[in-house]
């Protein structure tokens, strides 16, 4: 069973950090694209940073471009999202999500992302 297990959220002052963490399970993690996805209320799901397992090819989005930083750990299986700089706006449930290319980054849907993660809420106060 492929299993992909988001944990790190939390609540944190504006200007501040977290790390989030996708585990990943049941396939071959080298043949993999992960990336990081989130939804705010009342708002579509958002594609924020990408990372390829086999040669560490990373996107970003725009919103996040240098302050969050993807990097995976192939010997763990597991992508880590450090998150600095926090703003009120990043507030949202995190989502982790599984394909073979980070090419699709911008459409978050389950016909091309595979696994999902079960979300990780982060909480930003101003």
């Known amino acids: 069973e492929v299993q992909l297990q988001a944990s790190g959220g939390g609540l944190v002052q504006a200007g501040g950090s977290l790390r989030l963490s996708c585990a990943v399970s049941?396939?071959?993690?080298?043949?993999?694209?992960i990336a990081w996805f989130r939804q705010a209320p009342g708002k579509e799901r958002e594609g924020i940073a990408c990372?390829?397992?086999?040669?560490?090819?990373?996107v970003y989005s725009d919103s996040v471009k240098g302050r969050f930083t993807i990097a995976s750990d192939n010997a763990k299986n597991t992508v880590y999202l450090q998150m600095n700089s926090l703003k009120s706006e990043d507030t949202a449930v995190y989502y982790c999500?599984?394909?073979?290319?980070?090419?699709?980054?911008?459409?978050?849907?389950?016909?091309?992302?595979?696994?999902w993660g079960q979300g990780a809420q982060v909480t930003v106060s101003s």
């Open positions: 990372i390829v397992s086999d040669n560490d090819d990373t």
């Open positions: 999500a599984r394909e073979r290319t980070c090419r699709f980054i911008t459409i978050a849907t389950r016909k091309i992302w595979d696994y």
């Open positions: 049941g396939l071959t993690f080298g043949n993999s694209a």
